[in-house]
DNA sequence: CTGAAAGCGCTTACAG
DNA sequence: CTGAAAGCGCTTACAG
């Protein structure tokens, strides 16, 4: 009945101590003496025998014992709007790989982008005593950051940047010009986007990068062609159909996200139309499917992975005290079919659409 | 510079124990005796005090040090093949709002199926101490669950079952009876099986109810109309590819996964037929695409999120020492339009398969 | 080069 | 009803 913790009777430095009848701390010091012998913390003689029977006795410190008293607990909270959305289950594998490899560990939660939720999860991270935070569900103007900043918990933001915190993202920005420049080098002169949510960044940044590019092209894209969304198939599909009654239509469509886009395609099926051949769509983030779909999707890739790896990084590096600044990963455009032979049937099209919604 | 762990200064018990002139050991005591609000452990005058100021200083007890003492961390470690595969993704957000739920923390880790990473991040969880395990990629024939076992570390599987283990899965076994049954209504006799990987008990027991039910209707499914594969949309595809190499060509198509089922869409339109009409096709488990395709999947919906919520309270059950026995939950089936029209069409389609094959 | 002590923040019998 | 002590497993100055 002595086990209580799973793995039942574990080993500890004391027991290592008396088998080898040294001092405790005398263990303690060589096993942090890091891989050179013994580094003055013990003879090498004593230091091998130590690494020898920890090895044989599978000795693994306790961290929580080993935290109380450092007060580190290597271990990191990260809070992601939802683990389902692919994005971001990519981003924290990237996360989970780098802190593997650098003796961290992770929580991570879903806030669902809801502020509660956000603040609830935060309590329970801090409540374990992480040594910080990777936050990916920033919203811009963002109360809880400034509180965390207050309460001097180390955090940096991935995926999502707010101005005036450390974040890992990707070039957003530029990844909207990509998708303008692709458009505006096919031809098209009127075109839509789907913009996400209003509080991220990301969708803000996407569509300024996109709108701006193509007004200094002398074709600006008016209010009522830029639709916030959700982020997923649903949000797409909606703002796609809403598109849909605007005269003239969109003969191109940039979702900020691939999922959106895909919503999109829905829509645009189901009124007799081909992506494509009848109506451009570019996506963002080239997620696995995109290349999958049926029609496959022109997109702006982000290196997701590579993001939470470096949000790691900077984490960690805040640890340290240094004082980090944002980094912004550099997307680029992935040509594909539902882009291919659309712009030179912009009157074709207008048409076709116009007759479409006298059907209505 | 006394700041240590994220949150700078932490109130203690000590702290709030010196600033009412009381012992700590008193306070501990009071906030452990539930909401009841001193239950024997206090006065009820001072039950109320020490309630009202660790409210108002925000006490949070730190479960590094309870751990110490209790020998429990009330955390889980969660295993998967990877959180960037939907299905896992959607069941442990039914964990992380259990475990939330039931005052638990959780860790997960991505294994990617490969035994090695399966034994390294359980050696990881266990040095962390974790209370127990859920256990998302079990293979079958498995060592580790033996050690696992031998050691007494408490733990559980999810989505996939090995016989004699506890287990919180889908009745995968009546899922694929239900896919057959679906299919011999239509009045399909030349059906094939996308079976998943060899390892995995859910693609062995789907498979296992869909054949044994076209047997029993006395239409075997020949052994070369079972193709193993990864559960993926690349899986997928490739499995159709060989299937469209057997004569006579299956006029139906389960696929265990609904991924796999969305790679052998697009196989069957590359060949230029069209699913739903020319050739029917079953997925496995419903995520949120298979409703949004253009034509939109056929499935056997399993309850992903319901698995990882029971997952939690099983293993709970197992800390309490109870002996728990595994829990199938029931699938029901999604007709949808990949399965709409298809059988009556079978001499048709042959024909235009073998025309296919001879071009080759 | 090694030992001994103190202490991280908590919990839990044990007294009284 | 409350206090005092011991101890969970570790680390870290401090001696010597």
Redesign the pocket.
């Known amino acids: 009945m002595e086990e209580?913790t799973a793995g039942g009777r574990?080993?500890?430095?004391?027991?290592?101590?008396s088998e080898l009848?040294?001092?405790?701390?005398?263990?303690?010091?060589?096993?942090?003496s890091g891989s050179d012998v013994?580094r003055?913390?013990?003879?090498?003689?004593?230091?091998e025998r130590v690494r020898e029977l920890a090895r044989k006795r599978g000795?693994?410190?306790?961290?929580?014992?080993?935290?109380?008293?450092?007060?580190?607990t290597h271990l990191m909270g990260v809070i992601v709007p939802r683990l389902s959305d692919l994005v971001l289950a990519i981003m924290y594998e990237g996360i989970d790989e780098a802190a593997a490899e650098l003796g961290y560990s992770t929580f991570v939660m879903n806030s669902r982008d809801d502020p509660e939720e956000q603040r609830r999860k935060t309590d329970t991270m801090l409540a374990r005593r992480v040594d910080g935070l990777i936050i990916g569900d920033a919203h811009l103007d963002n109360g809880l950051l400034r509180e965390l900043t207050a309460r001097k918990v180390p955090f940096v933001l991935m995926n999502r940047r707010v101005p005036g915190y450390p974040s890992a993202t990707c070039d957003d920005v530029l990844g909207g010009r990509l998708a303008a420049q692709h458009l505006l080098e096919l031809g098209h002169t009127t075109v839509a986007v789907i913009a996400g949510e209003p509080y991220a960044s990301t969708g803000i940044d996407r569509t300024a990068g996109f709108t701006e590019t193509f007004a200094a092209a002398g074709l600006p894209v008016g209010g009522d062609y830029v639709i916030h969304s959700s982020f997923d198939v649903t949000g797409g599909r909606r703002a796609a159909e809403q598109l849909f009654r605007r005269s003239p239509a969109p003969t191109a469509i940039f979702a900020v996200n691939d999922f959106a886009a895909i919503g999109a395609l829905g829509a645009i099926r189901d009124h007799g139309l081909t992506p494509g051949t009848d109506i451009a769509v570019v996506g963002y983030n080239d997620v696995s499917v995109a290349a999958e779909l049926p029609i496959p999707l022109t997109t702006v890739r982000s290196p997701m992975r590579e993001m939470g790896r470096l949000a790691v990084e900077l984490l960690i590096r805040r640890f340290e005290g240094d004082d980090v600044s944002s980094v912004r990963l550099s997307p680029i455009l992935i040509p594909r079919a539902t882009t291919d032979s659309t712009a030179k049937r912009t009157e074709q099209l207008n048409s076709s659409l116009d007759r479409q919604q006298s059907l209505r």
């Open positions: 209580s574990t080993v500890t430095l004391k027991d290592l101590a009848g040294i001092h405790p701390s005398t263990v303690s010091r060589i096993l942090h013994a003055g913390a013990a003879s090498v003689a004593t230091a000795y693994s410190p306790d961290p929580q014992a080993a935290g109380l008293r450092t007060r580190r």
